[in-house]
């Protein structure tokens, strides 16, 4: 298998001849929407930086696409149109589909929580994700992780945009996946409790995993504060960092 970081949540799972393309955000620099906050953090149109130049080619080799939830920092303009063109398979939550239908997107199959379902000769089921502490969780709407097993292949655990939650913490301690993808921004809006989480639950999550976890979703949007190296810092201080990934735009991951 392996793990092409794009930009952000946007990644592809290369695995045999299948291109699994996760949260695409593919547009040109500033072109998925406006600042996501004017006062806490300086406001730019986001994304906030282009795609590395390798990105292009691995798109174009998309066989399915998984979504975990509809903001446009996850499903922009400029990859609803190349989903179309394309014809796409999607696979979304259920509570999103009727939503990417409308778009035009080809949803082939739909996901509930808790719910083992075949995928791609393996499996795939959904996870309970919470989008904010607090009361901005109900705002922030539906989203959904996804826990993958793919044949002769390792478990991958997709938390999409969460907090350290109960059900997190089942999937690390009973699911037990060989690699989590975590978003460790540590997002924030102008007000409001942060959206993902604090860094002092990004080292319980890197802690609780029995296995790799691949830190995304940084450096890409202007509400995401946390850099690269801060999250490196944080997590070396820890003792963590050598089950913690932190990859580069464009950087490919290859797990045996």
Sequence with gaps: MKVHHLRNATLVIETNNKFILVDPMIGKKGTAGPSFTL???????NPILDLPDNATDIVNK???????????????KEAERFLKA?????ICSVKDAGALRKRGLNVVQT???????????????GIPAKHGYGFVAKPMGNVMGFFVQLPNEKSIYLS??????????KVLTHYRPDISVLACGMAQLDI??????TMEDIIRFVKNSPGKVIANHLEAVNHCPTTREQLRKAIQHEGLLEKTLIPYDGEILEFE
């Design 192 to 197: 409001f409790k942060p959206l993902m989480m």
């Design 62 to 76: 998309t066989t399915h696409c998984l979504i975990t939830h509809l903001h446009p920092d996850h499903l922009d």
């Design 86 to 90: 394309n014809n796409t398979p999607v």
């Design 39 to 45: 006062f806490r953090f300086k406001p730019k149109r």
């Design 111 to 125: 996901v509930n929580y808790w719910d083992r379902t075949a995928f791609l000769g393996g499996s795939i089921e």
């Design 160 to 169: 999409s945009d969460t907090i350290y939650t109960a059900e997190v913490d």
